[in-house]
């Protein structure tokens, strides 16, 4: 008899019948002898459509009242799911964040999980309930709804695998698990059986959006075994825990990132400090600056670029411009149309041709790299936007070979 | 400056215009220097929605679960409000029923509230924020969602101003106060601008649905004085409160039920006790019994006749069957095809010719009385159906003259 946490995302409740085929997955692994916890988040479009709700009211809404908004989304789910759950004949109970014992901190709409205060939980499987929580939310010191920000579920998921010592957290999802690359996008792409943290880590900031960051860290964190399945099929997904624990493949995934952009600054006196100076001010405003790389320009100076989020792209050049004259450097370009690609693996830093590999495959399809980034279980490449479906799937034909009907 | 706690029901806050002109209201009465808490029930159809949910899912869910879907209603009325109301740029806060104190009974669906604790509300309202308040719900001791049941929030809204020691209770309705009978029906009915607690008690129990009666009973109790005003009208509405500090008008009003079947029992034998008993055994099963009449029927025996709400028609005929025959009784009648009008008040007592002005409005207009009851304020009787609406305009006649337009 095991404890597991099964994570259901709003696709998966959206409607009656999806609830239904949820409520039997969870009651079958309940009657195999399990204590089931589930944590679900709002059904389907019910978040935009709260969101869409408050912009009618007030598009600057506190975000103290946008939590206490969107956490009625779970709420609704949460008790939907138990009613299913309750048809099938089984014993279950709703909780919501709160009763659930989500501690968090005070940032409205971004809150961080501080603890898991599981005795009600424990209460409830002690009286053998199947538990169902809500995800996504909690509350903070004063009492009040915080919510965790998107794809805070997963989050909440696993901190109550952590909390409550839980043997296995499944996060259900639309797809089987975690793929070499984008099966929508690349051929002949591979079902990963078992992949490491720190590679899960890196796909999921790289892109491949199938699990969320905080979630993956967390597990790292206390060592808990998550598994990304997928709730319409009832197949094995993909295993995410130590790499300790697993038989490295040479790379695990190929990924793609577009929202990313390239900033340049033209003409740095090459006096020290500068570099350092410019990097500072940027994460003064929280701004995460990526790929980074320092070239000899004329006369002496230097040439520094880097990549930063779409996102930030704007408020990074206005931070810059006024600065660029004060130092003495000539200007500031950006380019919008890059895009990053990686691969990830554990046995990259034990194989020194991959990175060889990987652009011989770009050399071999004429597609320009503009800036390489490493770390011991990645390589990235800043290329052209327009090139970059095309070297991700050259890439992955690279490593996991031709598509069948091409070899 | 007074504390204020202000009452919108779900019609009020159905849509962004309404939810503004609510704002609109609750400001105006902050900017005057009062404090200001604000009881919300769920947008228009919110309620009925999620009970449409549930249902597809499971007809027969448990009640915890019902309360646990149907109070996130409210929490989302009570952000937008809140929403609306720091658009207009005051300061506000809302809360849920377990945030703002509401301890409940475990009487899920129907529950009552044990306590309002206010710590939270007087500790907001300190710092000057408007307060607003989930209506119809609380927790119980387990610290599960309750709800109170249809009408819930002007409990909620007489709770607080209790716990508060508020100065005035505003229950906002789409009516501008309390009539003299169903102004939609009835030609020529005035607003009241002052009605006893216990006047009010009767018109609510008697279908005139202005008040939810639980509040009522709540205001008299504590001495909470209520107005019962329209949040589309800015005029003055009905003050409720104790009859001793009110001049008593002959009657307040003329009310309808129709929610009402007879049932009779026919050839009782003439034992005594045996009444007691065929009304303990409806007691036991909650079932409540109105007005009851007591004739002589054939050889000795009696009928005996008593009202029932029409929900408990099938239930009550249902328990009486069997023991009809084995207390030698003849057998059991009953007729849907009823009404109950009624005059309600405090002025009844003290003129005694009161009834007999009813009793001649009915005889002039040719409408047979089947069952009469009376108390210090009120005199029902039991009628066809089909004679309803025109009893009640015929005695509003009698009582608070004709119709300007045919006078």
């Known amino acids: 008899m095991s404890l597991i946490v099964q994570k259901f995302g709003g696709s998966s409740v959206a409607n009656a ?39 009618e009211i007030n598009a600057e809404a506190s975000r103290r009242e946008m939590d206490m908004l969107l956490s009625a989304g779970e709420q609704i789910s949460a008790a939907l799911l138990a009613m299913a759950i309750e048809k099938l004949g089984f014993p279950v109970v709703s909780l919501l964040g709160w009763q659930a014992g989500f501690q968090t901190s005070s940032a ?16 409830e499987l002690d009286k053998k309930n199947i538990v169902v929580v809500t995800g996504f939310q909690g509350v903070n010191r004063y009492g009040d709804m915080t919510t965790l920000g998107r794809g805070g579920s997963d989050t909440s998921a696993v901190a109550i695998a952590v909390a409550m010592h839980a043997d296995l957290c499944q996060i259900y999802t639309d797809v089987e698990g975690v793929y070499t690359a984008d099966p929508r996008k690349v051929k ?54 130590e790499a300790s624990k697993m ?14 952009a390239r900033v340049s600054i033209i003409g740095v006196p090459d006096r020290p400090g500068l570099a350092f100076k410019i990097f500072s001010k940027l994460s003064a405003k929280n701004i995460n600056v990526d790929i980074i790389l320092q070239s000899v320009g004329r006369n002496g100076t230097k040439d520094i670029s880097f990549t930063v989020s779409r996102d930030n792209m704007k ?93």
């Open 188 to 241: 002949n792409t591979r079902k990963l059986d078992v992949i490491s943290y720190d590679e899960m880590l890196e796909l999921a900031s790289l892109g491949a959006q199938v699990l969320n960051n905080r979630s993956v860290e967390l597990a790292k964190k206390y060592g808990v075994e998550l598994e990304v399945l997928s709730s319409m099929s009832r197949r094995p997904g993909t295993i995410v825990k």
């Open 108 to 123: 409205y709409s971004k809150a961080r999980i501080r603890r898991v205060e599981p005795s009600r939980i424990r209460k």
């Open 315 to 407: 408020e990074t050049i206005g931070l810059l411009n006024p600065y660029v004259e004060l130092i003495g450097a000539t200007k500031v370009l950006y380019d919008e149309n890059v895009a990053k690609v990686s691969i990830v693996g554990a046995g990259i830093e034990s194989h020194p041709g991959t990175a060889a590999r990987m652009f011989e495959a770009l050399y071999e399809s004429n597609i320009n790299i503009q800036m390489i980034s490493t770390s011991e279980i990645k390589i990235s490449v800043l290329i052209n936007r327009a090139d970059a479906d095309r070297a991700v799937e050259v890439i992955h034909n690279k490593f996991f070979g031709q598509p069948a009907e091409e070899a």
């Open 17 to 55: 019948e999806r609830v239904f085929h949820v409520a039997d997955i969870v009651t079958k692994t309940y009657a195999k002898g399990n204590s089931v916890v589930v944590v679900v988040s709002a059904q389907g479009d019910t978040t935009d459509d709260l969101i869409a709700k408050a912009k």
């Open 247 to 260: 038989e490295g493949m040479l790379i695990s995934g190929v990924a793609k990132d577009e929202d990313v």
